[in-house]
């Protein structure tokens, strides 16, 4: 392999994004997040004495710090990002019109019947053959 590609190569490794969790400080936003999660989960069941709504109660306030938590944290913010660009792409979709989505689910429910007639008859055909043609049982 030539020089230049391998050069090249290597400089594309190494320009290419690796993600990773960051510092210290981040790490321990994810774990303060579960640790929130799971204390409200474990709230939800240790609080079934005092009643259906402080049990919900709890359990709401544990995922809500939760979420707050790790919307704070670096990677929080990425999904966060992912999801709006999501949305974006999705607005960008072009939707067929009424008539043509019926038509196109027409051809497919027509694709579907044509598929299970040819499979039908295959089946029953090789059915005559084998059983009927070449061992001779004869129903």
Sequence with gaps: MPLEVQALKLENMASSQVETVGGGADKAKLAAAVVLLVAGFAAYYLLGKQGALVQWAALLVGV???VGVFYTSDSGRQL???FRDAWREVGKVVWPARPEAIQMTAYVFGFVVLMALFLWLTDKTLEWVLY???LGWKK
């Design 64 to 66: 809500l710090a939760a």
């Design 80 to 82: 966060v990002a992912f």
């Design 132 to 134: 009927d043609l070449i």
